[in-house]
């Protein structure tokens, strides 16, 4: 779906390149650029670990050198290792979280999940 959107702004900057060819020619590489990105952003999580990608690399770890995600003012999570290094995981936010916990079989804990009433109700009568 994210590739729809540089396509709209291909056609978008079409209607700019038309009126000055040589000048806004050049612009047209911005679609490009952002579907680039769009295939290389990425994580991929299995019961192990885990294998963030950018733009221009990778970093893979365990999840046992994991002490816990954490989550800034970017909508991706930083995984920080116990060696007090941060990981930015790419397309994982709060709300995917409960993929993350099925992808792991439960590693990473699902914050969302209800969790048993442990105190026993007093008889009504």
């Known amino acids: 779906m994210a590739h729809f959107a540089a396509g709209f702004l291909f056609l978008g900057l079409l209607a700019v390149v038309f009126a000055a060819p040589g000048w806004f020619a050049p612009l047209l590489v911005l679609p490009v650029l952002a579907s680039v990105a769009i295939v290389r952003y990425r994580t991929t999580a299995d019961r192990d670990g885990f294998t963030a990608r950018t ?3 990778s970093t893979s770890a365990a999840w046992e050198d994991v002490d816990g ?17 941060e990981v930015r995981l790419p397309a994982v936010t709060f709300a995917t979280l409960p993929t993350l916990t099925a992808v792991t079989a439960g590693v990473v804990p ?16």
Do not use: C, H, M
Request: hydrophobic share 35%.
């Open 110 to 125: 699902n914050p969302y999940a209800v969790k048993p009433d442990t105190e026993t109700q007093p008889d009504g009568d």
């Open 69 to 85: 995600l954490k989550f800034d003012r970017s909508s991706w999570a930083l995984a920080v290792l116990k060696d007090g290094a």
């Open 55 to 57: 733009l221009i690399g």
